[in-house]
Protein backbone atom coordinates (compact mmCIF):
# COMPACT_ATOMS: atom_id res chain seq x y z
CA UNK A 1 0.00 0.00 0.00
CA UNK A 2 0.68 3.36 -0.19
CA UNK A 3 3.38 5.27 2.06
CA UNK A 4 4.63 9.06 2.73
CA UNK A 5 7.26 9.99 4.44
CA UNK A 6 7.65 13.48 5.52
CA UNK A 7 10.69 15.81 6.33
CA UNK A 8 11.23 17.83 8.70
CA UNK A 9 9.59 16.47 11.51
CA UNK A 10 10.38 20.07 13.11
CA UNK A 11 11.32 23.37 11.45
CA UNK A 12 12.30 26.59 12.92
CA UNK A 13 12.25 30.11 11.03
CA UNK A 14 12.68 33.72 11.40
CA UNK A 15 9.81 35.65 10.52
CA UNK A 16 9.62 36.75 6.88
CA UNK A 17 11.89 33.78 5.76
CA UNK A 18 10.50 31.29 3.68
CA UNK A 19 9.57 27.32 5.04
CA UNK A 20 9.53 24.33 2.68
CA UNK A 21 8.21 20.86 3.65
CA UNK A 22 8.98 18.00 1.93
CA UNK A 23 7.32 14.39 1.15
CA UNK A 24 7.72 11.45 -0.55
CA UNK A 25 5.58 8.40 -2.04
CA UNK A 26 5.66 5.55 -2.68
CA UNK A 27 2.89 4.00 -5.32
CA UNK A 28 3.23 5.82 -8.80
CA UNK A 29 -0.01 5.49 -9.11
CA UNK A 30 -0.95 8.54 -6.49
CA UNK A 31 -2.77 11.06 -8.31
CA UNK A 32 -3.88 13.56 -5.24
CA UNK A 33 -1.70 15.37 -3.20
CA UNK A 34 -3.46 17.71 -0.15
CA UNK A 35 -1.73 19.37 2.40
CA UNK A 36 -3.30 20.09 5.89
CA UNK A 37 -2.21 22.94 8.66
CA UNK A 38 -3.23 21.60 12.39
CA UNK A 39 -3.15 24.47 14.65
CA UNK A 40 -2.80 23.56 18.51
CA UNK A 41 -5.81 21.36 19.49
CA UNK A 42 -7.47 21.85 16.22
CA UNK A 43 -8.95 20.02 13.29
CA UNK A 44 -6.64 19.73 10.39
CA UNK A 45 -7.78 22.10 7.75
CA UNK A 46 -7.33 22.07 4.08
CA UNK A 47 -4.32 24.82 2.44
CA UNK A 48 -3.83 23.88 -1.00
CA UNK A 49 -3.96 20.84 -3.11
CA UNK A 50 -2.17 19.36 -6.17
CA UNK A 51 -3.47 16.58 -9.08
CA UNK A 52 -0.68 14.38 -11.09
CA UNK A 53 -1.10 16.72 -13.93
CA UNK A 54 0.14 19.67 -12.80
CA UNK A 55 3.44 20.68 -11.52
CA UNK A 56 3.28 23.81 -9.62
CA UNK A 57 0.00 25.36 -8.07
CA UNK A 58 0.18 28.46 -5.76
CA UNK A 59 -2.19 30.16 -3.64
CA UNK A 60 -0.90 33.45 -2.17
CA UNK A 61 1.85 32.68 -0.05
CA UNK A 62 1.85 29.00 -0.11
CA UNK A 63 2.83 26.57 -3.13
CA UNK A 64 2.94 23.21 -3.65
CA UNK A 65 5.31 21.45 -6.26
CA UNK A 66 4.84 17.75 -7.44
CA UNK A 67 7.99 15.82 -9.09
CA UNK A 68 6.40 12.90 -10.22
CA UNK A 69 8.93 11.22 -11.44
CA UNK A 70 10.82 11.38 -8.39
CA UNK A 71 7.71 10.42 -6.45
CA UNK A 72 7.90 13.54 -4.01
CA UNK A 73 5.67 16.67 -3.61
CA UNK A 74 6.89 19.74 -1.35
CA UNK A 75 4.79 22.43 0.38
CA UNK A 76 6.48 26.25 0.06
CA UNK A 77 5.68 28.89 2.77
CA UNK A 78 7.23 31.81 1.72
CA UNK A 79 7.22 35.47 3.74
CA UNK A 80 6.17 33.44 6.67
CA UNK A 81 4.12 35.28 9.59
CA UNK A 82 3.74 33.81 13.19
CA UNK A 83 0.46 32.65 12.47
CA UNK A 84 1.99 30.68 9.93
CA UNK A 85 2.83 28.43 13.24
CA UNK A 86 1.30 24.86 13.45
CA UNK A 87 1.57 21.15 12.18
CA UNK A 88 1.20 20.63 8.56
CA UNK A 89 0.83 16.80 7.00
CA UNK A 90 0.91 16.11 3.84
CA UNK A 91 -1.24 13.46 2.28
CA UNK A 92 -1.68 11.16 -0.96
CA UNK A 93 -4.59 8.97 -2.45
CA UNK A 94 -4.49 6.61 -4.91
CA UNK A 95 -7.47 5.71 -7.30
CA UNK A 96 -9.54 2.93 -6.49
CA UNK A 97 -8.40 2.79 -2.81
CA UNK A 98 -10.30 5.53 -1.88
CA UNK A 99 -7.80 6.17 1.25
CA UNK A 100 -6.00 9.05 2.29
CA UNK A 101 -2.24 8.25 3.89
CA UNK A 102 -0.91 11.13 5.84
CA UNK A 103 2.34 11.70 6.11
CA UNK A 104 4.13 12.04 9.87
CA UNK A 105 3.60 15.86 10.09
CA UNK A 106 5.86 18.81 10.47
CA UNK A 107 5.72 21.11 13.22
CA UNK A 108 6.69 24.80 11.81
CA UNK A 109 7.35 27.55 14.38
CA UNK A 110 7.74 31.11 13.14
CA UNK A 111 9.90 33.10 15.13
CA UNK A 112 8.94 37.13 15.88
CA UNK B 1 -23.73 24.45 8.04
CA UNK B 2 -22.67 21.31 10.86
CA UNK B 3 -20.36 19.58 8.37
CA UNK B 4 -18.50 16.54 10.18
CA UNK B 5 -19.51 16.64 13.77
CA UNK B 6 -18.24 14.16 16.34
CA UNK B 7 -19.04 13.32 19.84
CA UNK B 8 -18.12 12.89 22.87
CA UNK B 9 -15.47 15.43 22.86
CA UNK B 10 -13.55 14.04 25.59
CA UNK B 11 -13.82 10.70 27.23
CA UNK B 12 -11.81 8.90 30.24
CA UNK B 13 -12.38 5.11 30.05
CA UNK B 14 -11.72 2.12 32.34
CA UNK B 15 -8.96 -0.56 31.11
CA UNK B 16 -11.78 -3.11 29.69
CA UNK B 17 -14.73 -0.68 29.09
CA UNK B 18 -16.81 -0.26 25.69
CA UNK B 19 -17.67 2.70 23.95
CA UNK B 20 -18.28 4.05 20.76
CA UNK B 21 -17.46 7.48 18.84
CA UNK B 22 -20.01 8.84 17.28
CA UNK B 23 -19.58 10.84 13.99
CA UNK B 24 -21.87 12.26 11.73
CA UNK B 25 -21.68 14.66 8.25
CA UNK B 26 -24.61 16.13 6.35
CA UNK B 27 -22.77 16.80 4.02
CA UNK B 28 -23.56 13.87 1.57
CA UNK B 29 -20.83 12.62 1.17
CA UNK B 30 -20.05 8.83 0.25
CA UNK B 31 -16.51 8.21 1.84
CA UNK B 32 -15.55 8.39 5.52
CA UNK B 33 -12.77 7.59 7.82
CA UNK B 34 -11.66 7.37 11.36
CA UNK B 35 -7.83 8.13 11.80
CA UNK B 36 -6.14 8.52 15.87
CA UNK B 37 -3.29 10.83 16.52
CA UNK B 38 -1.06 9.77 19.01
CA UNK B 39 0.82 13.03 20.97
CA UNK B 40 2.68 14.49 18.51
CA UNK B 41 2.68 12.22 16.04
CA UNK B 42 0.55 11.86 12.21
CA UNK B 43 -2.77 11.13 11.65
CA UNK B 44 -3.49 6.51 11.30
CA UNK B 45 -5.82 5.10 9.51
CA UNK B 46 -8.62 3.43 11.22
CA UNK B 47 -11.13 2.20 9.26
CA UNK B 48 -13.06 3.80 5.94
CA UNK B 49 -16.23 3.44 4.17
CA UNK B 50 -16.59 4.23 0.78
CA UNK B 51 -20.88 3.92 0.85
CA UNK B 52 -23.46 2.24 3.45
CA UNK B 53 -23.45 -0.73 3.99
CA UNK B 54 -19.18 -0.79 3.01
CA UNK B 55 -16.22 -0.70 4.91
CA UNK B 56 -12.76 -1.69 5.01
CA UNK B 57 -9.75 -1.73 7.20
CA UNK B 58 -7.21 0.87 7.16
CA UNK B 59 -3.67 0.64 8.90
CA UNK B 60 -4.66 0.23 12.35
CA UNK B 61 -7.77 -1.41 13.23
CA UNK B 62 -7.29 -4.27 15.46
CA UNK B 63 -9.07 -3.22 18.69
CA UNK B 64 -11.79 -1.30 16.53
CA UNK B 65 -14.72 -2.03 14.61
CA UNK B 66 -17.02 0.02 12.97
CA UNK B 67 -20.23 -0.09 10.96
CA UNK B 68 -22.10 1.86 8.02
CA UNK B 69 -25.75 1.90 8.29
CA UNK B 70 -26.60 5.35 6.77
CA UNK B 71 -24.57 7.60 4.27
CA UNK B 72 -24.59 10.24 7.23
CA UNK B 73 -23.04 8.13 10.37
CA UNK B 74 -20.17 5.92 10.57
CA UNK B 75 -19.90 5.21 14.16
CA UNK B 76 -16.31 3.35 15.60
CA UNK B 77 -16.54 1.32 18.26
CA UNK B 78 -13.82 0.33 20.77
CA UNK B 79 -14.19 -3.11 22.53
CA UNK B 80 -11.92 -3.70 25.53
CA UNK B 81 -10.42 -0.62 26.10
CA UNK B 82 -6.41 -0.71 26.57
CA UNK B 83 -3.89 2.15 27.21
CA UNK B 84 -2.39 1.86 23.84
CA UNK B 85 -6.14 3.51 22.60
CA UNK B 86 -5.38 6.74 24.36
CA UNK B 87 -5.29 9.12 21.57
CA UNK B 88 -7.16 11.57 20.21
CA UNK B 89 -9.44 10.41 16.66
CA UNK B 90 -10.63 12.32 13.97
CA UNK B 91 -13.78 11.65 11.54
CA UNK B 92 -13.33 12.52 8.31
CA UNK B 93 -15.57 12.60 5.01
CA UNK B 94 -15.08 13.59 1.31
CA UNK B 95 -16.89 13.34 -1.91
CA UNK B 96 -15.40 12.96 -5.71
CA UNK B 97 -16.83 15.50 -8.32
CA UNK B 98 -16.77 15.78 -11.68
CA UNK B 99 -16.77 13.74 -14.78
CA UNK B 100 -13.61 12.19 -13.78
CA UNK B 101 -14.22 11.69 -10.09
CA UNK B 102 -11.68 13.55 -8.94
CA UNK B 103 -10.28 13.03 -5.51
CA UNK B 104 -11.07 16.21 -3.10
CA UNK B 105 -10.85 17.82 -0.32
CA UNK B 106 -11.12 15.50 3.23
CA UNK B 107 -13.11 17.49 6.26
CA UNK B 108 -12.29 16.67 9.63
CA UNK B 109 -14.88 16.47 12.56
CA UNK B 110 -13.47 18.29 15.85
CA UNK B 111 -12.07 15.73 16.90
CA UNK B 112 -12.27 12.88 20.45
CA UNK B 113 -9.66 12.97 23.07
CA UNK B 114 -10.00 9.63 24.71
CA UNK B 115 -7.58 8.39 28.07
CA UNK B 116 -7.98 5.02 28.97
CA UNK B 117 -7.08 4.21 32.78
Known amino acids: GENVEQHPSTLSVQEGDSAVIKCTYS??????FPWYKQELGKRPQLIID?????GEKKDQRIAVTLNKTAKHFSLHITETQPEDSAVYFC???????????FGTGTRLKVLA | NAGVTQTPKFRILKIGQSMTLQCAQD?????MYWYRQDPGMGLKLIYY???????DKGEVPNGYNVSRSTTEDFPLRLELAAPSQTSVYFC????????????????FGQGTRLTVV
Open chain 2, 92 to 107: ASTTRTGRGGLNTEAF
Open chain 1, 27 to 32: DSASNY
Open chain 1, 50 to 54: IRSNV
Open chain 1, 91 to 101: AAMTPGTYKYI
Open chain 2, 27 to 31: MNHNY
Open chain 2, 49 to 55: SVGAGIT
